[in-house]
């Protein structure tokens, strides 16, 4: 399993952007999936998270209202839509998978399989 993450990049505070995350070597179905970013100097940290159904969401609280998180099987690909970016948003994002046996979203990394190799964010002020 590979995923791929894209859609960072350098934007301005109060702008937004959408990341997304592709799967490749097996279907995002059945998968719960998250969404973890690391800024420099800092752990990696949980930032939202989505049950395999779609159907329950979890969020860090410094994202909350901000953040997004959405899937499409059918294009076994995982969205994170950020609004409102701030500068302490800034840090590299990885998505991860998991395949079953969770009925909510996990918000800790030991409970992902796979991992994606990141992508940028920095949000100037």
């Known amino acids: 399993v590979q995923l791929q993450a894209s859609g960072g990049g350098l934007v301005q505070a109060g702008d937004s952007l959408r990341l997304s995350c592709a799967s490749s070597g097996r279907p995002f179905r059945g998968a719960a999936l998250g969404w973890f970013r690391q800024a420099p100097g800092k752990e990696r940290e949980f930032v939202a998270a989505?049950?395999?159904?779609?159907?329950?969401?979890d969020y860090t609280d410094s994202v909350k209202g901000r953040f997004f998180i959405s899937r499409d099987n059918a294009k076994n690909t995982m969205y994170l839509q950020m609004n409102s970016l701030k500068p302490e948003d800034t840090a590299v994002y990885y998505c991860?998978?998991?395949?079953?046996?969770?009925?909510?979203?996990?918000?800790?990394?030991?409970?992902?399989?796979?991992w994606g190799q990141g992508t940028q964010v920095t949000v100037s002020s």
């Open positions: 989505i049950t395999s159904s779609g159907g329950i969401t």
């Open positions: 991860a998978s998991r395949y079953g046996g969770v009925y909510t979203p996990p918000k800790k990394g030991d409970n992902y399989e796979y």
